[in-house]
């Protein structure tokens, strides 16, 4: 195995560990790409997600379950793929001529795809359910629930277009005969694909400073195209694709350890650091924000904006009157009552005792 907190490589496929939620925070528990690789290639180990490079089969199902990206494979960027869809004359997604595994791609790229090639996207899944690969059935659940999300989103949205599926089967060769034709087919599109359209995942890393994944950068400017002519923009309901918070006044502390270890920069501190912001537009819903928050002041809320989420608005959450703590002069966000910060006003409670004089005893 590789050093686990950088890059791990199995021939093509990739595992960035400096980009994945579960090494960022060290009580993040997500597991997604470990449901859904077909091989265990992925484990934890010490904490930490390990690929197994030996288990690898490099089928890129994964790829797409990843919300923050840490998953690639050299010869098929989705990303790529989803932004140049709408060039193409061919409307089929297959794993048999077009595609490696469609694991590859998530809710965003069925959504872009769909949103601006102004077309139907059609998914071959005729033969999915007997797939080496699904022999759980856990891959092709996943994938059908991508599918069904993106929809549900382009319904919302009103427009015509969908995400097919093909689930007439046709004579086929045995099943591993037909992965290995189709992994030797991945493997051989090197050489095919443009060097642009493998590599615009990898330039976006790149960037300095870069923490959005690639995949909802192309669905915010995807939705800005489109938003102008919407009927709707703000919805009450929640959703699967995007995410709201609230924070509760009096509960929050401003400690800042939420807007510390957010990833993407959803939360941020106001100029002042007096107070927080949150970008509907950044939040990928990765829950650390709430899990970290001491007083539980942090939760999910109901209701999106698609005006808010295309153009990265962020709305202020909570803000504070800083005032001088009269015990221990120190600072403290002031929430009314007695200028006593929250420590001093615990401790001189819990040890009211040693503070009772002689005289009133």
């Not at 490099?58 to 960027?77: K, V």
């Not at 790229?109 to 071959?124: F, Q, W």
């Not at 999300?149 to 086929?172: C, M, P, S």
């Amino acid at each position: 195995m590789g050093n686990m907190n950088f890059i791990q490589k199995s021939n093509l496929f990739s595992f960035t560990g400096t980009r994945c939620l579960r090494n960022e925070y060290f009580h993040n528990d997500c597991h997604i790409c470990i449901d859904v690789c077909p091989k265990n290639a992925l484990h934890i180990v010490r904490n930490k997600l390990t690929l197994f490079e030996n288990e690898c089969v490099e089928c890129a199902g994964c790829i797409g379950s990843c919300p923050t990206e840490a998953l690639e494979i050299e010869s098929f960027d989705p990303n790529g793929f989803a932004a140049s869809f709408q060039h193409q004359n061919e409307s089929l997604l297959s794993c048999k001529s077009s595609t490696p595994c469609l694991g590859v791609f998530d809710v965003e790229h069925y959504s872009v795809m769909a949103l601006r090639a102004k077309r139907n996207v059609v998914c071959d899944m005729s033969h999915c359910s007997s797939c080496v690969l699904n022999e759980k059935g856990d891959l092709e659940s996943v994938i059908r629930t991508k599918v069904e999300t993106a929809n549900a989103f382009l319904e919302t949205l009103h427009v015509e277009h969908r995400i097919e599926t093909i689930e007439e089967k046709e004579d086929e060769a045995p099943r591993r005969a037909l992965f290995r034709k189709g992994l030797e087919k991945v493997k051989e599109s090197i050489v095919n694909e443009s060097v642009a359209h493998v590599s615009m995942t990898a330039a976006h890393h790149k960037l300095p400073d870069q923490k959005m994944p690639l995949k909802r950068v192309l669905l915010k400017n995807s939705l800005k195209e489109i938003v102008g002519d919407l009927e709707t923009t703000a919805y009450e309901h929640s959703s699967p694709l995007f995410f709201n918070k609230q924070i509760d006044f009096q509960a929050c502390t401003n400690c800042g350890d939420c807007t510390q270890f957010c990833p993407t920069d959803a939360l941020f501190a106001t100029s002042d650091k007096q107070g927080i912001y949150f970008s509907q537009g950044k939040c990928i819903g990765c829950g650390i924000c709430e899990d970290i928050c001491k007083p539980n002041a942090i939760s999910a809320k109901e209701g999106y904006d698609l005006v808010s989420i295309a153009y990265e608005r962020a709305e202020q959450l909570v803000h504070y009157e800083m005032v001088t703590c009269h015990e221990c002069r120190c600072p403290f966000p002031y929430k009314g009552g007695e200028p006593i910060c929250d420590r001093c006003e615990s401790y001189t409670k819990q040890f009211s005792t040693m503070f009772t004089l002689a005289k009133d005893l």
